[in-house]
């Protein structure tokens, strides 16, 4: 029936149109897979422990084996109201975020009009001269620039012509490429610098371009007011209702919301981006190559790789505190590892009333994605994903 509806709407359109048609009609012909009771068991044995430990009031899990979703929604989305969690309940993505801007910034680079070699001065002539400007894109993109911290000083939370103070000023710790220091101002430079580049707003060119091209109808930068009856809330470790505010750069580095039903259209554009239009399937692409090797992880544009099959403990390492909070010494990889589907991509995300992690490996068409309303600990939320992504590809 959807072949036939595409074979018949398409007559004289132009090719440009037909390939947008075709994602927005294969989209709907994604029906979901039937979930077989030996993975509704599996993941109920995973996810209902973890909510009762770490007393998490709402999970959604959204998996994908061969093109086809599965959902999996536990709990509430709101402890006052009651309302359930599904597929379409909004949380924050937290750090996962990140992979967007990775994405938005690939974008540019497909067109040409922003280089991994290029510095900031080039986009932002005040830092002209800094040694922050000895560091460049790929060295924003990938942590690398010289050991900026986890979180910008309290007191430029707002402040925009205070951030760029604060670059221009910064003292490295380590020369750039030399050390991985995992670093929301790094990511915000990044998306900074790719939004100067592409002379737009970074949300806009998510908002307007990136989302609608990978079908992505329910994902936020900015909320709207339509959308905030599905908004969960997230919970603080006192058990108090939070939801995160508006920062400068937080939409390039923790700010993105989104449902299970969503985020797993975007992991299935990212284990096969060949149906999505040229330059955002090569922007998908560029997301997934390698540039530095950091004990088992390679980091690329956003997301972390794993050469597959990976152990356990060995994604735990690379998702531990001794990754996200020290500095950590890393491998330039000349030339860059190309994208490989025996890969293990992921990441990680968090706020203060919210946990996600994401992962999938391209060359055995799987992926999942575990949206929770309260923040828990990642090596819990690794430990499941890995069990089900085990039955996922068995």
């Not at 994908?64 to 379409?88: C, I, L, R």
């Not at 003292?171 to 998306?191: D, E, I």
């Not at 004990?295 to 390492?317: I, K, N, R, S």
């Not at 990680?348 to 999938?360: C, H, K, M, R, S």
Request: proline share 6%; net charge neutral.
């Amino acid at each position: 029936m959807c072949v036939w509806a595409f074979l018949t709407i398409t007559k004289g359109i132009t090719l440009s149109t037909l390939s947008r048609l075709a994602l927005a009609i294969a989209a709907c012909c994604s029906t979901p897979v039937a979930i077989s009771a030996d993975l509704q068991t599996v993941v109920d044995q995973l996810i209902k422990p973890i909510m009762k430990e770490y007393d998490v009031p709402g999970i959604a899990v959204a998996v994908t084996v061969n093109g086809k979703p599965a959902y999996f929604s536990y709990g509430v989305a709101s402890k006052e109201s009651g309302a359930p969690v599904d597929e379409n309940t909004l949380f924050e993505l937290g750090s996962v975020s990140k992979t967007f801007t990775a994405t938005m910034a690939s974008y540019a680079l497909v067109q040409g009009k922003l280089s991994l070699d290029d510095h900031p001065s080039r986009y932002i002539p005040k830092l002209k001269g800094s040694a922050l400007d000895k560091a460049t894109v790929l060295h924003f993109g990938t942590y690398t620039a010289g050991g900026l911290p986890l979180q910008f000083p309290d007191d430029l939370a707002d402040n925009e012509q205070g951030m760029l103070d604060y670059f221009g000023h910064f003292k490295p710790k380590a020369g750039p490429g030399v050390v991985r220091q995992y670093s929301n101002p790094s990511l915000g430079m990044f998306g900074n610098l790719a939004g100067l580049a592409l002379k737009s707003d970074p949300a806009a060119v998510l908002e307007k371009q990136i989302l609608p091209g990978l079908g992505m109808h329910s994902t936020y930068i900015r909320m709207p007011e339509s959308a905030l009856a599905h908004y969960a809330w997230g919970y603080n470790q006192k058990n108090q209702p939070v939801r995160m505010g508006s920062e400068l750069f937080s939409g390039h580095t923790y700010g993105v919301r989104s449902s299970t039903a969503d985020m797993i259209r975007y992991v299935q554009a990212n284990i096969d981006p060949s149906h999505l239009d040229a330059t955002l399937s090569r922007a998908i692409e560029g997301t997934h190559v390698g540039y530095f090797q950091v004990g088992g992880m390679t980091q690329g544009l956003g997301w972390e790789q794993y050469a597959y099959p990976v152990a356990l403990d060995t994604l735990q390492a690379g998702n531990s505190n001794t990754m996200s909070r020290l500095a950590n010494p890393v491998k330039l990889l000349t030339p860059a590892k190309p994208a490989s589907d025996s890969t293990w991509y992921n990441k990680t995300g968090a706020t203060n009333g919210f946990g996600a992690y994401v992962a999938f490996v391209p060359a055995k068409k799987i992926g999942i994605v575990i949206l929770a309303n309260k923040n828990y600990p990642i090596e819990a939320r690794v430990k499941a994903a890995y069990a089900i992504m085990q039955q996922l590809e068995n």
